[in-house]
């Protein structure tokens, strides 16, 4: 569908039983957040910028095969959570803002928004 919607919007939100403050240190702390994500095997900070990070995922291709991507992003962090912003091969930018609401019922809710762009 990117022929005819260049921009494409997602959100994710995810209830949990956790203080705020647990969630917060988790999404302050990238090399431990994005290590949670099944693909990314390693997370290299710039040396002089550690908001740059160079990422490389290893994707599952028809089952037994992987094959490698590499990709930077840019992370600024906030007061609940964090903004990441990619950019990526064939010609897609993608900013994605993880964030943590603390709901009226004492749950925590894990927030995010992320859009991707054809350029």
Not at 27 to 51: G, K, M, W
Not at 69 to 87: L, Y
Request: charged share 20%; glycine share 2%.
């Amino acid at each position: 569908m990117w022929l005819f919607f260049p921009t494409e919007r997602i959100s994710f939100a995810k209830m949990i039983d956790a203080s705020p403050e647990a969630v917060i240190a988790i999404l302050h702390d990238l090399d431990v957040f994005l290590r949670l994500h099944p693909f990314i095997v390693a997370v290299t900070p710039h040396a002089s910028n550690p908001s740059q990070l160079t990422i490389t995922e290893a994707l599952p291709i028809l089952g037994c095969f992987k094959v490698k991507t590499t990709f930077q992003t840019t992370v600024e962090i906030q007061a609940d959570g964090f903004i990441s912003n990619v950019v990526a091969s064939a010609k897609t930018k993608q900013t994605t803002h993880y964030s943590v609401r603390e709901r009226h019922d004492n749950k925590i809710e894990v927030i995010e928004h992320a859009t991707a762009t054809r350029r």
